[in-house]
């Protein structure tokens, strides 16, 4: 008996509503058994003027039926689960809502394990037998279950589609074929999928080496991303040690500055008051001489003053002068003068190294592409736009700055700048203090004649090869109020364009594109170099006299 209940399989004690093994089960008058909660749930819902019924044989009660829990049942199920229940034959599944059904069952239909494309229906594994075993049906084409095959019936002709139309691309029926197809290129369906095969296995080849092309490609980028974590982690830590070591150098300087102003302080005090001790001994002793005199002078006996005046009259020389020779009162000042001094050099380089450290992590650029696009709009360009100021180091003694240092003038009168190795000594002209990498752009508003350059900061400052062009260390721009012409290293090349008084320059400094503008109500390209910049560049005006020229503030 045991061995035979263990050969029930879970279909035989499963509720029908939720395809699960019973629970609480209960019989209704039909006979058929449901989980207490599932009938109960699916009574509830039918509406309460319609009788109820069974939901698998239909059946109707009324009025509805009392549940009673089927306790030999539930016995049953508790002692197979117990002992193990055998999975359900494969002819048993049934179909889900995901899941092609059986054409051929009635009832509950069984999911389809195969689909037939000459049948065009879809079979469960007790339905397809005959399909292995009679000699007719083993000729049908067999293939996944499908829930498709009436699309493989021409509407029209309510034919199995059997043939494609290459004309139209399309598969049709025979009838198709002599009708509104007749006269187009047609074959069989099997004909045009043996193309279509070959076309597809063409396709997945080249999808296969595209897949892997593109799988090297997010290895080689995963390096890179690796690789730049790596990079920027060793930056950050390097830096940090760098910023480190300059922060220690200013403690120790200082500590020393400290030391040394202490130090100085204590020998100063200490010769000022060994000074003040040796007065006030002498202060000292000259009160006391003075009241021996005093007390002399009132001596009545003219024999005894003339015998002691001798001694008390003579007075010893003093170690020191009559008067103390004292500096200024400017005692420390001057060291405070030349830290501030030092300080502001120091802001200077940081301000100057800041704007070069700043862009050299901004140009890290992993991903190449296509170069620039020359930018034909000034709203374009201004995306890149720099302030500039000019640096008084480098000014000729006949230009002034102004606005700022935004903005140089020629005049007759030097003006007395400190002498300084940047400055330039034989052309008029000045270099700005910013260095430029990167994509920059800047104008500048010029009156009768000035050149518009950029230079490396290792241009001569003195003699005929240190003027803007005029070496292979300066690019530059002629404008004056009828013609332009490009100079560098001595070289002049003729620019046309149309006149304006303000003159734009795009910067491109790792693509080595530098180009010149004239702007005014529209933007036109005067003259263009591409070349390879091996260092930071700086902005350079040069300008004629009685002539201005201006960096603006754009926007």
């Known amino acids: 008996m045991a061995q035979r209940r263990l050969q029930l399989d879970e279909e035989t004690f499963s509720c029908s509503i939720c395809l699960d093994l019973l629970k609480d089960p209960v019989t209704i008058p039909c006979g058929h058994s449901y989980c207490m909660n599932c009938i109960k749930d699916h009574w509830d819902n039918e509406d309460e003027n319609q009788t109820h019924s069974c939901p698998q044989c239909r059946q109707s009660f009324t009025p509805r039926p009392v549940l009673v829990k089927n306790t030999m049942l539930a016995v049953l199920v508790e002692e197979l689960k117990k002992t193990g229940l055998q999975a359900a034959p494969a002819d048993l599944c049934y179909a889900g809502a995901e899941d092609v059904a059986c054409d051929v069952c009635t009832g509950r239909k069984l999911r389809a394990v195969k689909s037939c494309l000459v049948c065009l229906a879809s079979y469960c594994d007790k339905h397809l037998q005959p399909h292995y075993e009679a ?22 002709h309510d034919e199995v589609m059997k043939m494609f ?8 029926c025979y009838l198709c074929s002599v009708d509104e197809h007749k006269g187009h290129d047609t074959v069989s369906a099997a004909a045009a999928r043996t193309e279509r095969q070959r076309e597809l296995e063409v ?14 490609d997010v290895k080689v980028l995963q390096q890179e991303v690796e690789a730049i974590n790596g990079s920027a982690d060793k930056a950050v830590e390097h830096s940090e040690k760098i910023f480190t070591e300059l922060i220690r150098l200013m403690e120790k300087r200082r500590s020393d500055v400290k030391q040394q ?23 000292t002793e000259l009160k006391r001489k003075d009241a021996e005199l005093k007390k002399l002078s009132h001596t009545e006996d003219h024999n005894q003053f003339l015998h002691n005046y001798p001694s008390l009259s003579a007075l010893s020389e003093s170690t020191h002068s009559s008067s103390i020779n004292i500096r200024p009162r400017r005692y420390f000042e001057d060291v405070t003068a030349a830290v501030s001094e030092v300080r502001d050099k120091l802001q200077d380089v940081l301000r100057e190294t ?29 995306r890149y736009s720099r302030e500039i100021t000019l640096d008084p180091n480098t000014v000729y003694k006949h230009l002034l700055l102004s606005e700022g240092n935004r903005k140089v003038t020629y005049i007759s009168q030097p ?15 000045v270099l700005s203090r910013e260095s430029l990498t990167g994509r920059c752009y800047w104008e500048v508003e010029w009156r009768r004649g ?8 290792s241009i001569n400052r003195t003699g005929d090869v240190s003027g803007f062009g005029r070496n292979d260390k300066s690019w530059s721009l002629h404008c004056v109020n009828n013609s332009y012409n490009f100079y560098h290293n001595k070289v002049e090349t003729p620019v046309s364009g149309p006149r304006s008084s303000r003159l734009g320059v795009y910067l491109d400094h790792s693509a080595g594109i530098l180009s010149f503008y004239s702007v ?36």
């Not at 000699?135 to 029209?156: D, F, G, Q, T």
């Not at 102003?261 to 202060?283: A, G």
């Not at 190449?368 to 000034?378: A, G, H, V």
């Open 135 to 156: 000699a007719p049906l083993k000729k049908h084409k067999l293939v996944e279950p499908s829930e498709k095959l009436k699309e493989n019936i021409c509407s029209r």
């Open 165 to 172: 139309c290459r004309t139209d691309q399309q598969c049709i």
């Open 203 to 216: 396709s997945r080849q080249n999808i296969q080496q595209r897949i892997q092309d593109r799988e090297e």
């Open 261 to 283: 102003v202490r130090s100085q302080q204590e020998t100063e005090v200490s010769r000022v008051k060994e000074l003040q001790e040796k007065l006030e001994q002498e202060i």
């Open 354 to 382: 800041w704007t070069n450290i700043s862009l050299t992590v901004t140009e890290v650029d992993v991903l190449l592409s296509n170069p620039q696009p020359e930018n034909k709009t000034r709203a374009g360009l201004l």
């Open 415 to 429: 003006q007395s700048y400190s002498s300084h190795p940047d400055r330039f000594t034989s052309y008029y002209q």
């Open 450 to 457: 000035v050149y518009v350059a950029v230079a490396y900061k």
């Open 520 to 555: 005014s109500e529209t933007i036109t390209l005067l003259h263009r170099v591409q070349t390879t910049f091996t260092q930071p560049l700086y902005a350079g005006l040069l300008v004629y006299y009685e002539s201005t020229a201006e960096f603006s503030k754009v926007k």
